[in-house]
């Protein structure tokens, strides 16, 4: 199986690789924003609103884009920190988890909570409940009204769902 970045990258142009590879290499996302300094938290608000969704109210949907911003942009070692170290440009998985999960235990169950609006497709899900077998535990549920942010969507039912 090929990564997704390693299928992309075939496609893509000497240039464009090495460019992506450099600026991503060195530079994490969050730092655009720390270089805009004032006008970082309103850049982030208008380029990540899909983020938390349409389903809050205005005042909801501030509050949890200033704090996104906040503990992006400001703390050292954060999630952003984690999601640069695990993916290579582009945001594609440095390890793809399909390549390993036929060697996890069966006795460790495994879930996978989708987004019926999300942008992610949980056909890695499905297959990798396939690769796993009847014997393991791995159940891939749909959260219809949510997107990719479950949790933020659709907090009640993404709870029960991970109970």
Same mark, same amino acid.
């Given at each position: 199986l090929l990564s997704r970045s390693e299928c992309w990258s075939r496609r893509q142009p000497f240039a464009k690789r090495a460019i992506?590879?450099?600026?991503?290499g060195m530079v994490k996302p969050v730092t655009f924003l720390r270089c805009l300094g004032p006008l970082g938290p309103s850049t982030f608000h208008? $380029?990540?609103q899909h983020v938390v969704g349409s389903k809050h109210d205005a005042s *909801? &949907? *501030? %509050? $949890?884009l200033s704090y996104l911003y906040h503990a992006n942009a400001h703390a &050292? @070692?954060? @999630? +952003?920190s984690a999601f640069h170290s695990l993916c290579r440009p582009f945001a594609y998985a440095k390890r793809p988890l399909l390549r390993r999960i036929a060697a996890l235990s069966p006795d460790i169950p495994v879930g996978f909570v989708y987004g019926s609006e999300s942008w992610i497709s949980s056909r890695s899900?499905?297959?990798?409940?396939?690769i796993r077998g009847p014997k393991a535990f791995t159940? %891939?549920?749909?959260? *219809? @009204? +949510?997107g990719h942010n479950?949790?933020?969507d659709q907090p009640t039912t993404f709870n029960k769902v991970v109970k």
């Open positions: 992506g590879n450099l600026l991503f208008r $380029m990540r *909801e &949907r *501030e %509050v $949890m &050292r @070692g954060t @999630g +952003a899900g499905h297959l990798a409940r396939s159940s %891939v549920d749909c959260i *219809e @009204g +949510a479950v949790h933020l």
